[in-house]
Nanobody, 127 residues
Framework: QVQLVESGGGLVQAGGSLRLSCAASGRTFSSYAMGWFRQGPGKEREFVATISGGGRNTYYADSVKGRFTLSRDNAKNTVYLQMNSLKPEDTAVYYC????????????????????WGQGTQVTVSS
């Protein structure tokens, strides 16, 4: 069982930055690929980014590529989503998720591929 707790959300002006954190419980954190999803007002939840268990490989949605950076510190059981050049359309509840990945795979872009989810953190970008 893995428990995930997101933090770092808030209100920021367009063009600003935020760093989201997701802290995980458990002793085998490095065996989990981690992902971030978001759900904007009136929208379906959508994929944002994913990272392999070792942290070497990442994959991003086109909408955030070049602006968001996903990283992890396995010693701290934490993943970080650095969000720069934020836009009003980035406004959403951001969720982190975990999926067991012993092979080191990281290309998990679908919600159904993840086993554990956090409660979400609100990000609001004002224009």
């Amino acid at each position: 069982q893995v428990q995930l707790v997101e933090s770092g959300g808030g209100l920021v002006q367009a063009g600003g930055s935020l760093r989201l954190s997701c802290a995980a419980s458990g002793r085998t954190f490095s065996s989990y690929a981690m992902g971030w999803f978001r759900q904007g007002p009136g929208k379906e939840r959508e994929f944002v980014a994913t990272i392999s268990g070792g942290g070497r490989n990442t994959y991003y949605a086109d909408s955030v590529k070049g602006r968001f950076t996903l990283s992890r510190d396995n010693a701290k059981n934490t993943v970080y989503l650095q969000m720069n050049s934020l836009k009003p359309e980035d406004t959403a509840v951001y969720y982190c998720a975990a999926t067991r990945s012993l092979s080191g795979s990281y290309y998990y872009t679908l919600e159904r591929q993840y086993d554990y989810w956090g409660q979400g953190t609100q990000v609001t970008v004002s224009s």
